[in-house]
Nanobody
Framework: QVHVVESGGGLVQPGGSLRLSCAAS????????MSWYRQAPGKERELVAR????????NYADSVKGRFTISRDNVKNMVFLQMNSLKSEDTAVYYC?????????????WGQGTQVTVSS
């Protein structure tokens, strides 16, 4: 059974830091591209950062470049999002996503999300 579970969200002041974690099980983690998405109230879900299966290819949304860092541990089956210099506009529910395409079949798994609130 597939499980994707985020943790580490919370309330932080502007300029502060948080580290989100995502623990995965039930699939071959090391073969999946992992991503963090977020969705703010009244807005569409947007890609924040993604990392290839080996960690060799990383992409960030322009809005978080230089502030957020995505990383993964293929031994522990975990992916992380280090968020620094947080702004109020980073407030959202953050979701972990695992995705892989094989033989034209897309495997796509989501976590339940973790709330990040940036406020003084």
């Amino acid at each position: 059974q597939v499980h994707v579970v985020e943790s580490g969200g919370g309330l932080v002041q502007p300029g502060g830091s948080l580290r989100l974690s995502c623990a995965a099980s039930g699939f071959t983690f090391s073969t999946y591209r992992m991503s963090w998405y977020r969705q703010a109230p009244g807005k569409e879900r947007e890609l924040v950062a993604r990392i290839s299966s080996t960690g060799g290819n990383i992409n960030y949304a322009d809005s978080v470049k230089g502030r957020f860092t995505i990383s993964r541990d293929n031994v522990k089956n975990m992916v992380f999002l280090q968020m620094n210099s947080l702004k109020s506009e980073d407030t959202a529910v953050y979701y972990c996503n695992a995705r892989r395409t094989s033989a034209l079949i897309e495997y796509d798994y989501w976590g339940q999300g973790t709330q990040v609130t940036v406020s003084s």
